[in-house]
């Protein structure tokens, strides 16, 4: 079992930066997939960043270039969100999962444990 607490969401104006942190109640590093989704209003949950167990780190293409995601050598996943734009309004969660599978950017994947998520506004 694995228990993840989001934090650091808030509101921002576009063009701004935020940073989402993302504790786990146990040694995540190199051990499991971990991942940012997000869900908007009225849209599904989907990925948004990705590390996999093996390192590889993908990205959603609304958020290239934009976005970083980074973890610690333990337990804390960050997503660092620069010149953000008001489309990257959501609700941010955290997820992890065991398997070494870890392709779930641009879509929602049923992750193994998830956070209770983190809300993000962006003003225009």
């Known amino acids: 079992q694995v228990h993840l607490v989001e934090s650091g969401g808030g509101s921002v104006e576009a063009g701004g930066s935020l940073r989402l942190s993302c504790v786990a109640s146990?040694?995540?590093?190199?051990?499991?997939?971990m991942g940012w989704f997000r869900r908007a209003p009225g849209k599904e949950r989907l990925g948004v960043a990705s590390?996999?167990?093996?390192?590889?780190i993908r990205y959603a293409d609304s958020v290239k270039g934009r976005f970083i995601i980074s973890q610690d050598n333990v337990n804390t996943l960050y997503l660092h969100m620069n010149s953000v734009k008001p489309e990257d309004s959501a609700t941010y969660y955290c997820?992890?999962?065991?398997?070494?599978?870890?392709?779930?950017?641009?879509?929602?994947?049923?992750?193994?444990?998830w956070g209770e998520g983190t809300l993000v506004t962006i003003s225009s």
């Open positions: 590390i996999g167990s093996d390192g590889t």
């Open positions: 997820a992890a999962d065991k398997g070494s599978f870890c392709d779930i950017v641009d879509r929602y994947y049923a992750m193994a444990y």
């Open positions: 146990r040694n995540t590093y190199r051990n499991y997939c």
